[in-house]
């Protein structure tokens, strides 16, 4: 759950020295938690933190929840098995031995994360943005080039403030979240 990772993070990970950050699991899916004060900001109904239901493109493709143009449909594992017929480790892969259809898939992707990373920076202010989960794995490639981007495309202020980085605790941040809830 990406709200127990983003607790883990805020306690023990990249999130520990700053009091309001985001973050984001980009994996099969695309999640989010929101930290305020360090705790987690829920919403109303609990729903809140849902970076990948965030509508990018109205012309996108099909999301897994019916709507179109997601950032989860556009961004994802799944977004580019789509795109590419391969898993992401295979996608990378062959992107690194020269494909051209996986390069694209990935410089399309990081687009779109830029994309999401200046919607969020522009609505919520963090100080931080820590970014996990499977695809964070491919950040020279993924991860990098949406943060080169995402600076134009975010407001000037916020964009200098904010940092984008890796979250630090990987698979066992779920964990320790889960964990934090109890204490």
Same mark, same amino acid.
């Given at each position: 759950? @990406? !709200? #127990?990772?983003?607790?883990?993070?805020?306690?023990?990970? @990249?999130?520990?020295?700053?009091?309001?950050?985001?973050?984001?699991?980009?994996?099969?899916?695309?999640?989010?938690?929101?930290?305020?004060?360090?705790?987690?900001?829920?919403? $109303?109904?609990?729903?809140?933190?849902?970076?990948?239901?965030?509508?990018?493109?109205? !012309?996108? +493709?099909? #999301?897994? #929840?019916g709507n179109y143009g997601h950032l989860e449909s556009l961004a994802?594992?799944?977004?580019?098995? &789509?795109?590419?017929?391969?898993?992401?480790?295979?996608?990378?892969?062959? *992107?690194?031995?020269?494909?051209?259809?996986?390069?694209?898939?990935?410089?399309?992707? @990081?687009?779109?994360?830029?994309?999401?990373? $200046? &919607?969020?920076? &522009?609505?919520?202010? +963090?100080?931080l943005i820590v970014v996990g989960g499977g695809l964070s794995n491919?950040?020279?490639?993924?991860?990098? +080039?949406?943060?080169?981007?995402?600076?134009?495309? *975010?407001?000037?202020? +916020? @964009?200098?403030?904010?940092?984008?980085?890796?979250?630090?605790?990987?698979?066992?941040a779920g964990m320790l979240g889960a964990a934090a809830l109890c204490?």
């Amino acid at each position: 759950d @990406a !709200n #127990c990772a983003a607790l883990a993070e805020a306690w023990f990970g @990249a999130g520990k020295f700053v009091k309001h950050f985001l973050y984001i699991t980009v994996s099969t899916g695309i999640g989010g938690g929101i930290i305020i004060d360090k705790k987690v900001y829920r919403g $109303a109904i609990g729903s809140a933190g849902e970076f990948g239901h965030m509508i990018i493109d109205l !012309n996108g +493709p099909l #999301c897994a #929840c019916g709507n179109y143009g997601h950032l989860e449909s556009l961004a994802s594992g799944t977004a580019l098995k &789509n795109k590419t017929g391969l898993d992401a480790i295979s996608a990378h892969l062959a *992107a690194h031995q020269g494909d051209k259809k996986a390069q694209k898939a990935i410089k399309e992707m @990081a687009h779109y994360l830029a994309i999401g990373f $200046a &919607n969020l920076t &522009n609505i919520f202010n +963090p100080e931080l943005i820590v970014v996990g989960g499977g695809l964070s794995n491919m950040w020279e490639h993924l991860v990098l +080039p949406a943060k080169k981007e995402f600076k134009q495309l *975010a407001l000037t202020l +916020p @964009a200098r403030s904010v940092k984008i980085v890796r979250a630090k605790l990987k698979s066992d941040a779920g964990m320790l979240g889960a964990a934090a809830l109890c204490l």
